[in-house]
């Protein structure tokens, strides 16, 4: 009965708070309610292409097919229930799609938001286009369907597990093997399955063979080995091979340099490698990855593509299947990021900021090497491209300052064609959004940082407005003019948005550590547990926001999740006279904890120059000087920032008599799950910088 009242109440403030942001313009739930997109995937036949739409927590896989490419809901999931949908995956036939429901959080169990009696369980499924009736494959992840006879594989607790498409018999693992396994990938014939065995010090390339029921590691290594790509003849497989680094804190820190990382090819049938190509020592000598599953292409003509930071910048390279010097691809002062090949493995398709360093459009290159070609430009942000089957088209995803996300297909040289536009209700409010501006701020030590601005659609002369500064997270991340192309971002935009609506000014600030603007920023010296170089972006975005004659200096604030949670308490304990409030979501607190959290082998007290170094980059050893109110969210089953962090926190800001307010999420874990959790963390932000900035 208490739940019952507690979830009423609940009820009644959400509508009135919907009610008074409509006042003033729209609400949280108007500006939050198209479906973000995700997991792109073209058949391969049959000119199909599907995605994943999460409508406001409901969940479901769509379809659109030639000639007239209009999505249609593939699946029927009704709930919020915080279950995931991701890992598409279509049969060779292009009829059937396969995806994972559930689960996908680093270590422990099923995440289970709605804090259900029995743990949901992450679970493989399989729907027919012509049917839609989807059937349970079995618990795990990562589908893969074996070209030749329909076998799925897939991964349940890093074990390779396989079953039937057709459900004749029962799943069966199919081998054992120490360490945890990933990427896997059927060799083109289906005969063979390669596979990399994580043993966490290092990582192994292993091949199982269907008939003789046996495996074979490939070239093995103290090294780290993995993004395993077949040849089109199916006798060779090239990979990835990052040099063994031994202890170091690993994350968290600038690594411009190392140990060069390599290519290598070896034969599937006896595991003999050879390399094909090494990084220079110096720049690029670090291997860094672009978005999605594959970093290595298996090309036309025998020639393998991968990204490389050679000039500092991550651009395409080609390099001979039998070895040579590595040919540019995308050469300039700019970064790749999504990549696909095409299916007769002649173009290469990507998104980047090149021309538009605050945006992303498509380009196409061919393997062979020649000048770039755009796919898209202007004031639209384009990313996750893949080609149909047939070459005839490109499907992506898009958006721009007003429009949110949704899938969309350019076949040939037509026009672009949104594949649901009617999921964009007529409730959303694209014509209450304002677009941002691009500027440029100067750090507290002088170096240019790009961020946007959000001002309020009502500007009043001469009149001095409460601002908020808004932290990305990640760190390697970048916010761009428009509704972002990652769901947690998506959603940030859009309380950007609300805030800038109910008269905030609102600065979004792209600081040293993130992507977008070269390897030397994103690998920034003093970043983060090395030194907190970070402060410096912090405190010049409120001194630029002071400086306006259209804010308020005394009636700024700060928000941000994760490594913005972080910034955010930097900026309240290390720049007290700049910020007077904050909301700090999952945010970071003590490096030594953080640290830990990702690499267990981590320990302070063998390790006390870093540890030391650490917590001097840490809120914790500041926060003897925080005097502004601060609101604290997080989930307590986040795994990517412990708990324990916003304990400690609360626990010695209430010590020092600082004013703070706590909104946590039980079973909630780190970017939350639940539509309805992510509605209340943004009305509660709202809400707190509404009483505590809205009054001079």
């Not at 002369?461 to 769901?487: D, N, S």
Request: net charge negative.
């Amino acid at each position: 009965m208490l739940m019952r009242r507690n979830l009423t109440a609940f009820a009644a403030l959400l509508l009135l708070a919907s009610v008074a942001a409509g006042q003033d313009g729209f609400t949280l739930e108007q500006v939050l309610e198209p479906p973000f997109p995700s997991d792109l995937s073209a058949a391969p036949a049959g000119g199909r292409v599907a995605w994943v739409f999460n409508a406001a927590g409901v969940r479901n896989v769509w379809v659109a097919e030639p000639p007239d490419y209009r999505g249609r809901q593939l699946t029927a999931y009704k709930e919020d229930d915080g279950q995931r949908l991701t890992d598409l995956e279509w049969a060779p036939d292009g009829r059937t799609l396969l995806y994972a429901r559930g689960g996908e959080e680093e270590g422990g169990e099923d995440p289970n938001p709605r804090s259900k009696p029995a743990v949901p369980k992450q679970e493989v499924w399989a729907v027919a286009i012509d049917k839609g009736e989807p059937r349970r494959i079995g618990e795990g992840r990562s589908p893969r369907v074996s070209p030749r006879d329909g076998r799925v594989a897939f991964l349940r607790k890093g074990r390779v597990w396989c079953a039937p498409l057709d459900d004749s018999d029962k799943p069966q693992q199919l081998f054992q093997t120490r360490g945890e396994c990933n990427s896997l990938r059927w060799s083109p014939d289906g005969a063979r399955l390669a596979f990399v065995g994580d043993r966490k010090d290092h990582s192994l390339i292993g091949v199982y063979d269907w008939a003789a029921k046996s495996v074979r590691w490939l070239d093995p290594a103290v090294d780290l080995d993995g993004h395993p790509v077949w040849s089109p003849d199916g006798r060779q497989i090239a990979f990835v091979r990052v040099p063994a680094h031994g202890f170091h804190v690993e994350y968290f820190a600038p690594k411009r340099e190392g140990e060069p990382w390599s290519i290598r090819v070896a034969d599937a049938a006896t595991g003999k490698g050879r390399e094909v190509w090494k990084a220079d020592r110096g720049a690029g000598s670090v291997f860094s990855e672009v978005e999605g599953d594959d970093q290595l292409w298996w090309g036309d003509g025998d020639r393998l593509v991968f990204p490389w930071e050679k000039d500092g910048w991550k651009h395409l390279y080609v390099v001979p299947f039998s070895g040579g010097e590595a040919t540019p691809l995308t050469p300039g002062a700019f970064e790749v990021e999504w990549v696909s090949l095409s299916p007769d493995r002649r173009r290469l398709v990507y998104g980047s900021n090149q021309d538009d360093i605050d945006r992303r459009h498509l380009w196409a290159v061919p393997v062979a090497g020649g000048p770039p070609t755009p796919l898209t430009k202007g004031k639209g942000i384009e990313w996750s491209p893949v080609t149909t089957d047939d070459g005839k088209a490109v499907a992506f995803l898009h958006s721009d300052a007003r429009r949110p996300a949704q899938p969309a297909i350019q076949v040939g040289d037509a026009p672009a064609k949104d594949l649901a536009p009617e999921t964009i209700k007529d409730s959303f409010p694209e014509k209450s959004l304002v677009e941002p501006r691009p500027v440029e701020i100067a750090a507290a030590d002088g170096m240019t940082i790009h961020c946007q601005l959000f001002l309020p659609p009502d500007p009043k002369r001469g009149e001095r407005r409460p601002a908020v500064v808004f932290f990305h997270g990640g760190p390697r991340r970048q916010m761009v003019l428009g509704w972002h192309y990652m769901g947690y971002y998506h959603r940030a935009y859009a309380l950007n948005q609300y805030l800038a609506s109910k008269g905030f000014v609102v600065l979004s600030v792209n600081y040293r550590s993130g992507i977008g603007y070269g390897t030397a920023f994103r690998e920034a010296l003093r970043f983060g547990a090395s030194g907190a170089s970070e402060v410096n972006d912090v405190k010049g975005a409120g001194v630029y926001l002071r400086g306006r004659d259209d804010v308020d200096g005394k009636r700024i604030g700060v928000w941000g999740g994760s490594y913005g949670g972080y910034l955010t308490a930097l900026a309240l304990s290390r720049a007290p006279d700049l910020f007077a409030a904050g909301v700090d979501i999952h945010g970071v607190y003590d490096w030594n904890a953080e640290i830990r959290n990702w690499q267990p082998d981590y320990d302070p007290d063998k390790r006390r120059d870093a540890a030391r170094l650490a917590f001097e980059s840490s809120p914790a050893s500041s926060v003897k000087d925080w005097r502004a109110p601060v609101l604290v969210i997080q989930g307590d089953d986040d795994r990517n920032v412990p708990f324990g962090e916003s304990v400690h926190l609360v626990a010695d800001l209430r010590e020092r008599k600082v004013d703070v307010e706590q909104l946590v999420f039980p079973d909630e874990v780190h970017d939350f799950l639940l539509h309805e959790h992510v509605l209340r963390a943004f009305h509660a932000a709202a809400d707190f910088f509404d009483r505590r900035l809205q009054r001079p």
